[in-house]
């Protein structure tokens, strides 16, 4: 019975597959919680689909995948800030637009071009064959956002929270804004081998949302969102080998099923907070 629960980490790819998994938990987990409290959400899920046509050029141009996500990634916040300040539609709706589009590119250039790069893997992650190389450029990438994310938490919290007190105090709201779009852009290059650009949106929101229902203090956020999904994307990885399924969305089922089990969770404890403050009142 014992060697029945350890086969899972008998096997090399297994063992990669958890480790790039805890890996990019850590970066993504941080991210999520500024884009939630910032109200980024679709802003998250417009850079995660808008990468795909910067990563397919890099890829024919035979240049880093990075920068070809980077720029894509830009470009997309770019492309959107210009249209909605300079026309009557909303933020949220020329995301949806410029996202969406450049999306569409991404597909028909990946299958109208000749590339090795094989499309579900892009779209679904391929965390059971990543190879070493990917291994290495995940590390490194996650290694990087989160080293970065932690030096300049306190400047990105208070950017998160109130952007004109962070502007009185001298912080450039600009350039906060730039990292933040930066950084999420390569985060999303370091979720592609493993999670694919699809299903990096749910590590890049869920996470963040979990945590914002359990608690109001920014620094329990943190290591509340990074220990839920480190959690998540072990047993995500580890519940695939036993199901036979893709450990990507394994992964994002769990945080999903932890997201509606606390938000129930509360809702049921509301509800009885509210009945027994109407009870002591009569």
């Known amino acids: ?83 909605s300040e300079n026309s009557r539609i909303k933020k949220d709706t020329v995301l949806g637009v410029v996202f969406s589009g450049m999306f569409g590119i991404g597909l028909v250039l990946i299958t109208k071009v000749s590339t090795n790069l094989h ?35 306190k400047d990105l919290m208070l950017f998160s929270f109130d952007e004109i007190q962070s502007n009185v105090l001298g912080i450039s709201n600009k350039f906060l804004n730039f990292i933040l779009i930066s950084l999420t852009s390569i985060t999303v290059v370091a979720t592609l081998s493993s999670v694919g650009i699809i299903l990096s949106i749910g590590l890049l929101i869920t996470p963040g949302a979990i945590v914002f229902l359990l608690t109001k203090k920014f620094d329990q956020m943190i290591i509340l969102s990074i220990l839920i999904t480190s959690l998540s994307a072990f047993f995500g990885v580890y519940i695939s080998f036993f199901l036979d399924s ?25 509800r009885e907070f509210r009945k027994k403050f109407f009870n002591k009142i009569n």
Request: aromatic fraction near 14%.
């Open 1 to 83: 019975m014992i060697d029945l629960f350890l086969d899972p980490i008998k096997f090399r790819f297994m063992q990669n597959a958890f480790v790039v998994a805890i890996i990019i938990s850590v970066p993504t987990s941080m991210l999520s919680c500024y884009l939630v409290l910032k109200g980024w959400s679709l802003m998250g899920d417009a850079i995660s689909h808008a990468v795909l046509p910067g990563i397919i050029l890099a890829y024919i141009f035979k240049i880093p995948l990075i920068i070809g996500a980077f720029t894509a990634g830009l470009f997309c916040s770019l492309a959107s800030a210009f249209i």
């Open 246 to 270: 893709s450990p990507a969305p394994t992964i994002i089922l769990i945080l999903s099923c932890i997201f509606f089990g606390t938000l129930i969770i509360k809702m049921a404890y509301k």
């Open 119 to 153: 499309l579900d893997h892009i779209l679904f992650g391929n965390i059971l064959g990543i190879t070493n190389e990917n291994l290495a450029l995940t590390i490194s990438i996650s290694l990087f956002v989160s080293f970065f994310l932690f030096i300049k938490r």
